[in-house]
């Protein structure tokens, strides 16, 4: 069964600082790969979805990079800012299964 | 499109009881996933549809628990009789492919004490 792990559990940053959330799996046939940010008491947000043939994707201050061969992927996340508090989740697909991390809460101080 | 809509948002119920969740889905969107997030075991899936039939309920815990997706614009996940482990908040998600972004609804806090 794939298992998909996220380190740190939770990351507190000054704002204006760079980072990077870590997210690594088992299986490396994944299909595709997504980030999704969630808000206390909300539902999740996509945010950055990589297909397996793909080695990365890039949405405004986000970086998303994928090496299916290592089981791992990043998130990056330039000149955070407080807006950005908030849990960051990992997931990836292989053959119609779905799992997720447990999850980064990522706190920006102002 | 008002995204993915879930009801209701809250609900307590006693043990034993009924409980039935809600999701209408994106319109256009062919596939719905209900999910289930807990401290413990994080975020699980417990069924999806395609087209209004079910591909996987492999996810789904107990007998107790059943779904169901009478047409594409809305589906229904029942617990009965519900136990205080189900507590949880159950999420309802959408997507136009399997392997695309799904959209998450704002999720349904079950409390069974």
């Known amino acids: 069964k794939q298992e998909v792990t996220q380190i740190p559990a939770a990351l507190s940053v000054p704002e204006g600082e760079n980072l990077v959330l870590n997210c690594s799996f088992t299986d490396s046939a994944i299909y595709n790969l997504q980030w999704f940010r969630q808000d206390p008491g909300k539902g999740l947000t996509s945010l950055l979805l990589i297909q397996s043939s793909q080695r990365e994707q890039t949405s405004g201050r986000l970086n998303a990079s994928l090496d299916k061969s290592s089981g791992r992927s990043t998130l990056y996340i330039a000149a955070s800012q407080p807006g950005d508090s908030a849990t960051y989740l990992c997931a990836v697909s292989n053959f119609n299964k779905f799992y997720f991390g447990s999850g980064t809460k990522l706190n920006v101080k102002p | 499109d008002a995204g993915v809509i879930q009801s209701p948002r809250h609900e307590v119920t006693e043990m034993g009881q009924e409980v039935t969740l809600r999701c209408k889905p994106i319109?256009?969107?062919?596939?719905l996933f209900w999910y289930r997030q807990t401290m413990m075991r994080g975020l699980e899936l417990l069924i999806y549809f395609n087209n209004n039939v079910p591909i996987d309920d492999s996810g789904m815990p107990e007998d107790r628990f059943s779904a169901k997706m009478p047409n594409a614009s809305f589906s229904t996940l029942k617990i009965q009789p519900s136990e205080p482990r189900d507590s949880a908040v159950y999420f309802c998600?959408?997507?136009?492919?399997?392997?695309?972004?799904?959209?998450f609804g704002p999720g349904t806090r079950l409390l069974v004490l």
């Open positions: 319109s256009g969107h062919d596939y």
């Open positions: 998600a959408s997507s136009f492919l399997v392997q695309e972004t799904q959209y």
